[in-house]
């Protein structure tokens, strides 16, 4: 791994890894209009037709967590050429569901369930593309704050070196906790078998948009280092932002 500009490089704090599972679901439906998602009436049907799916999921005696997300857009990120050259195609995901399961090997007893089964072939009909994966997490700073009113990150990273990945996100969320106060992260890995588009999605939150915004925007270290380091290792990046569905 090689660190770009290693005098503003300090790894992210984390506490103890979990041993919960994962199981993600995204989808593409609508069209984009540069950052932002371009309004769709198919966009508009989802909420409603996945609510009571992620409701009897919730109901599982071994699922924690079921939250829905639709994207409210997409920062800057790095890698077009490398997705390119290695023929994956870009993350312009505007629908998620994540699953968070007690443990990792309870992860295939969801992925039988009626309502996830249903809740797969539902947005797999409506969607250009679907991304579904299980996953464990490798680190994280702290679990996920799901609150109605955060605003929450999926980068869906790839690099043919999942360890430099790893690696380089330990580097470039530390830069997010001192710059946008991250409060949170949780990557995600894909499990031995599972497709591996995206060598590691990370999954995090913000209480305001106001904490992480300007630093995207405004701060030259965004690009100098986080975007430098991840060209620097041939990591593309894509990160979209979402919000909460009801």
């Avoid at 992925?111 to 250009?128: C, F, K, M, V």
């Amino acid at each position: 791994m090689r660190v770009v500009n290693e005098h503003q490089a300090s790894k992210a704090r984390l506490i103890s890894t979990t041993a919960d599972g994962f199981l993600l679901l995204a989808a593409e439906i609508g069209d984009w209009a540069g950052p932002l998602p371009r309004p769709s009436a198919a966009r508009r049907r989802i909420p409603a037709r996945i609510g009571r799916l992620t409701e009897r999921l919730a109901a599982r005696h071994n699922v924690l967590e079921v939250t829905a997300f639709r994207a409210a857009f997409r920062p800057p990120g790095e890698g077009a050429r490398i997705l390119r050259t290695a023929g994956v195609a870009p993350a312009r995901f505007d629908f998620v569901v994540l699953v968070r399961v007690d443990s990792v090997a309870g992860v295939d007893t969801v992925r039988r369930d009626p309502a996830w089964l249903e809740l797969a072939g539902l947005l797999e009909a409506s969607a250009r593309r679907t991304h579904i994966v299980a996953a464990s997490s490798p680190a994280r700073i702290a679990d996920v704050d799901h609150g109605p009113g955060h605003w929450f990150l999926f980068n869906y990273f790839y690099g043919d070196a999942p360890g430099t990945v790893q690696d380089i996100w330990e580097y470039t969320a530390g830069w997010f906790q001192r710059k946008t106060a991250l409060p949170n992260s949780v990557p995600m890995c894909p499990l031995p078998g599972e497709p591996a588009d995206y060598t590691l999605i990370n999954h995090a939150s913000w209480p305001a948009l106001r904490t992480f915004l300007p630093g995207l925007l405004f701060r030259p270290t965004f690009r100098s280092f986080v975007l430098a380091n991840f060209a620097a290792n041939n990591v593309a990046a894509q990160p979209i932002i979402y919000r909460r569905l009801p």
